[in-house]
């Protein structure tokens, strides 16, 4: 009986010496870092700060948030495309570096296919189609009729030539078959200067920059761009129920590490970002953003991009946009 007592408790023992070492297995060596193509304090690196604490405590090892601010993303992207496949360097990718940059950038210094793991998506944030309080059109089929009946003459804004405020606007324009004239701004504020001087009628902007200007009554909102209404914006008809199906133009996030990562460690990274994600106060943060939609396995993630990647490729193609600079 003592024997046996023996066995079964070197077994247990034997046992509990291997699942830690596995686990560590699937691990980064030392500690991680996951750059952030954006200035700190922006909604991409609080919830990339978030996300590393939350990990850093379910692996035990330090996880670090990397600022590498500079053309919206991709000095960033750069950065840890060149970093080797261990899971110690790893990127919050953007629509802007992984959605827009493949099609707009012809010198690229990657490629966000061959030179990236996918390993979890974040979130999706929609655009909202605002106007000046004072413009005549309240909602969006009413827009539609309106930039028909004066085409080309329609004034939209956008925060920037390729931004994906101006890739929003450009997908609309082809599904509805209007002409309007578009103004970019290097950047969001100059840009909602002139909507509220009424120098610009219309334009697509983020929820972050739009949603005050809204709820103050300065501007208001006649679509949102996911395919299902935001949470954060409940009251605000999608694109895609006004006559639209299918239509979907978003801003996104999530997180890739360079080529070449062991799959058990993509794996591992994707089924402890989606407990993340789940947490109480992650899906405040989130909400708070208006990022949803987070989660799923890597194929997901991976499929998602592809996609983006292609839309945004003929978008580009079709409407003739060259970047900036």
Known sequence: MQRRHFITGAAALGAALVLPLARA????????????????????????????????????????VENRAGAAGIIAAEQVARQPG??????????????IAPGLQPKLGYSAERDFSPIALV?????????????????????VALC????????????????????ALEIFKARANIDVLHVPYKGSAPLMNDLLGGHVQYC??????????????KVIALAQTLQQRSRSQPNVPTVAEQGYPGFEASIWFGVVGPAKMPDA????????????????DVQEKLAQVGAEDGGGSVQRFADFMRDEQRKYAKTIQDAKIVAEG
């Open 148 to 167: 028909r009946a004066q085409p080309g003459k329609i004034i939209f804004g956008s925060a920037g030539s390729g931004s994906a405020q101006h890739l």
């Open 25 to 64: 297995e699937n691990l980064p060596s030392g500690p991680v870092k996951i750059v952030v193509g954006f200035p700190a304090g922006g909604g991409t690196d609080v919830l990339a700060r978030l996300l590393g604490q939350k990990l850093g405590v379910m692996w035990g090892i330090p996880v670090i």
């Open 204 to 217: 697509f902007e983020g929820m972050t920059t739009a949603t005050p200007l809204i709820q103050s009554g």
């Open 265 to 280: 460690m993509v794996q591992r990274m994707n089924q402890d970002i989606d407990r993340v994600l789940a947490m109480a």
């Open 86 to 99: 261990d899971g110690n360097t790893l990127l919050m990718a953007h629509v802007n570096s992984h959605g």
């Open 123 to 143: 979130g999706k944030t929609p655009t909202l189609l605002i106007g000046g309080a004072a413009q005549p059109a309240k909602t969006l089929p009413d827009l």
